[in-house]
């Protein structure tokens, strides 16, 4: 089955490490997302890329940083620069306006 | 800048009506609406695109209203299947890329 996804389903990061969050996708959908999910918040765009070896920032890119050297993958790192990593992270790639989501990534700083 | 999505929760029983609204103070060119349950990926109910449209799935539907930049969407006989959080996207530029209000909470009883 065609879909997103993410690994791992759970991380947990000491404070100054930076952590990779994986999305892979199966869709062949062109442009890939990554949302940001805090309770009350709803979904914050952090960086989103609409063909290979291009991405552009989103409204809270800081602290972030993504690579997408291949159409089926779009993974995220989350950097020490980030001050308040905690968060519900979840990967979506796009075809003619619907988005697939991935199932997610809770990320916790211990 | 997020929309702002009305009421913030509603809670129903089985077979009554809900309304969720959603506004943008940008022009927009289209509404995204998803649901979400708890502990899940987000799912697409359905896009509308400028030009005043309503369009329909199941008992679900939804309006948009170019003018007003405005979206509603219609529950109609609530299922206890409804439950969920709703979110809706909107896109003022044309990109499809949505930008997410903070959801509204929705509780079907039996």
């Known amino acids: 089955d065609g879909g997103i996804t993410q690994s791992p389903k759970y991380l947990f990061r000491k404070e100054g490490q930076n952590v990779t969050l994986s999305c892979e996708q199966n869709?062949?959908?062109?442009?890939m997302y990554w949302y940001r999910q805090d309770p009350g918040q709803g979904l914050r765009l952090i960086y989103y890329s609409q063909i290979v070896n291009d991405f552009q920032k989103g409204d809270i890119a800081e602290g972030y940083s993504v690579s997408r050297e291949k159409k089926e993958s779009f993974p995220l790192t989350v950097t020490s620069a980030q001050k308040n990593p905690t968060a519900f992270y979840l990967c979506?790639?796009?075809?003619?306006?619907?988005?697939?989501f991935g199932q997610g990534t809770r990320l916790t700083v211990v | 800048q997020q929309p702002v999505q009305s009421p913030q929760a509603v809670i129903l029983r089985e077979g009554e009506d809900a309304v969720i609204n959603c506004s943008s103070s940008?022009?927009?060119?289209?509404v995204h609406w998803y649901r979400q349950k708890h502990g899940e990926a987000p799912v697409f109910l359905m896009i509308l695109l400028k030009g005043g449209e309503q369009k329909g799935h199941d008992k679900i539907s939804a309006s948009f209203n170019e003018k007003k930049q405005q979206s509603s969407l219609y529950l109609t006989a609530s299922q206890l299947s409804y439950s969920g959080t709703y979110f809706c996207?909107?896109?003022?530029?044309?990109?499809?890329?949505?930008?997410f209000g903070r959801g509204t909470s929705l509780i079907v009883h039996p």
């Open positions: 996207g909107t896109d003022a530029g044309g990109s499809y890329i949505p930008t």
């Open positions: 869709l062949n959908h062109d442009a």
């Open positions: 940008k022009a927009l060119y289209s």
């Open positions: 979506a790639s796009t075809q003619g306006g619907e988005a697939f």
